[in-house]
């Protein structure tokens, strides 16, 4: 059972497929606490209406990046969680955060990076024209969705697609596998050599000697295990 912290900005559709797959024991996880930067976001009342606690940490009135991030770091330690979710959570992480939850912290990505990172993706994947867009999800490293990728999804870009049908269609796709990456972190299933993360017991599984960090990742230090 792994222990959740979910960032939310908005709508909280993403954070609603993980409460759905705790709720029908398809993951092996508990959401200690849903802390957003926006008091409005709905996602708010889809977690109290869960009984789960929310925290609102507003960013207005930090001086920086790195103070807000100090204020995340305690208030996710003080509830205890082992896994950092970002779900639609529209701030970037400052080196605080990073560095106190290594490879501990996940995103979902609306589009198949590195094609399209930053926002208002689904409109520039139309934009430039591309036949199949998807979603990403990926541990967070100091940059703007660059960290190593752990699941994809491929969708059609269809002639007739607006932003809007196309959000949707890969708003599906997150649903389906974001839960997927929680559950294979939470059975201690993911292993990350530089950029690439492995899945243990898939077919082409790594067998070779790492260190083993904690029970949920295997980070293997250096070029090449
Ligand atoms: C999702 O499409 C997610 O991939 C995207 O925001 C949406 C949140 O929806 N995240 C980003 O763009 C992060 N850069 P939700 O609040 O309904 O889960």
Redesign the pocket.
Known sequence: MVRLGVL????????QSIIDAIESRRISAEIRVVVSNNPGAY?LERARRHGIPVEVVEGGSYASREEYDRVLVELLRRYGVELVV?????RILSRVMISAFPMRIM????ALLPSFPG?D?QKKALEYGVKFSG?TVHFVDEGV?TGPIIIQAVVPVRDDDTVESL?QR??KE?HRIYPQAIQLFAEGRLVVKGRRVFVKGDAGDVACGGVLENPSVTVFDGEDG
């Not at 939310?8 to 954070?15: E, P, R, W």
């Not at 995103?107 to 609306?110: Q, V, Y």
Request: glycine residues 12%; charged residues 10%; negative net charge.
């Open positions: 939310v900005s908005g709508h909280g559709t993403n954070l996602a970002l779900a639609g959570f529209m995103n979902i990505h609306p926002l993706v979603c969705d959000r890969i708003l997150e």
